[in-house]
């Protein structure tokens, strides 16, 4: 039955993957499970007062148009490629040859671009908006001991326009299958890192609008610049010196976030070679635990040749 107001639980989202910056696809879509969005084009209004036009306020003027925001998605086994395509570039896939494949993603890379739509397909009178030209700026996460894991990604796209039907009927689609916060590990050095209570990474491809003047108000592109990796991790202060020990050196750690599905062989990991750690005071705020957060902040490894690798391990055979 047809609806007259819209609904979260109806809406769906499709993408796909751009051949030329800001030029629609015409099919080839993915539809994608998603949690919220604040995706969308808004164009705000300027004002520039002039004299000797009375005391009663002038019309305004319309500012240049900007198509951005936030998607949070599933960290799930299968979909959750895509979006990792979108934020570093096509991953190196190698086939396990038991129906599983590697994909390894790296930072650092060219990305490629997206069109996304988001439909109100229930609706009476339907509407689909669709963004072209849209890159995928930040991936961030939290890490705790129970819960879902999800994730939230940072889109910058060119500009949005709006459709009285989808712009593909057949989307392909992934059978969901969830990470879970209950399997997360955080390791440093490759081990388990103790009396770890809570955990964030956040990676920025630190994307850049080329604003050039048109008339359309639209921009030219997104650039990509100095890729970035931060987060923290919470400790509770114990006898482990795996960090502080590492910090009176001055030295970097490797540390790596990840998730698997028990009895499978699906998991996801974002390992970071070279991590520096702050040091940080010891304080006690009662008769609880004594717990510390320290920011990290990632660097490139000479060695290694990466900021940050993903590697998610399931039955895609390629993205």
């Given amino acids: 039955m047809a609806k007259t107001r819209a609904y979260g639980a109806d809406c769906i989202l499709l993408a796909a993957f751009e051949t030329v910056y800001g ?17 969308g084009a808004e164009r ?46 096509a991953p190196a ?10 994909h390894v993603f790296t930072s650092g890379g060219t990305l490629p671009s997206l069109t996304i739509e988001i439909g109100h397909a229930q609706l009476a ?43 593909d009927p057949t989307p392909a689609t992934f059978a969901l299958k969830r990470f879970s916060q209950g399997s997360g590990t955080i390791r440093v050095g490759g081990g388990q890192l103790a009396n770890v209570v809570g955990g964030k990474l956040s990676f920025s491809n630190n994307l850049e609008r080329v604003e050039t003047i048109r008339a359309d108000g639209l921009i030219d592109g997104v650039d990509e610049t100095e890729a970035t990796a931060e987060g923290s991790v919470d400790i509770r202060f114990g006898t482990d010196t795996t960090l ?13 976030y990840g998730f698997t599905i028990p009895g499978s062989p699906f998991a996801l990991t974002f ?18 635990g004594i717990q510390a957060s320290y920011d990290w902040r990632a660097a490139r490894d000479p060695v290694a040749g990466y900021l ?4 998610l391990v399931n039955d895609v055979a390629g993205y």
């Fill in 23 to 39: 030029t629609l696809p015409a099919d080839g879509y993915g539809r994608l499970s998603f949690k919220d969005s604040s995706l």
């Fill in 271 to 288: 390992h970071l070679p070279r991590v520096f750690c702050p040091k940080k005071k010891q304080e006690i705020k009662g008769p609880g």
């Fill in 125 to 167: 009178v339907p509407k689909f908006f669709r963004h072209g030209g849209a890159k995928l700026d930040k991936l961030s996460f939290d890490m705790a001991r129970s819960g879902a894991a999800n994730a939230s990604i940072g889109v910058i796209a060119q500009g949005e326009t709006e459709a009285a039907t989808t712009i």
């Fill in 44 to 89: 705000p209004l300027g004002y520039d007062p002039l004299l000797g036009q009375g005391r009663d306020a002038q019309d305004p003027f319309y500012e240049a148009i900007k198509d951005e925001g936030d998607i949070g998605v599933p960290l799930d086994v299968r979909a959750l490629g895509f979006w990792l395509k979108g934020l570093f570039g």
């Fill in 244 to 256: 502080t020990a590492a910090i009176a050196a001055e030295s970097p750690v490797e540390m790596e």
């Fill in 308 to 311: 940050l690798r993903v590697t």
């Fill in 93 to 102: 896939t190698a086939d396990n040859g038991d129906g599983t494949f590697d």
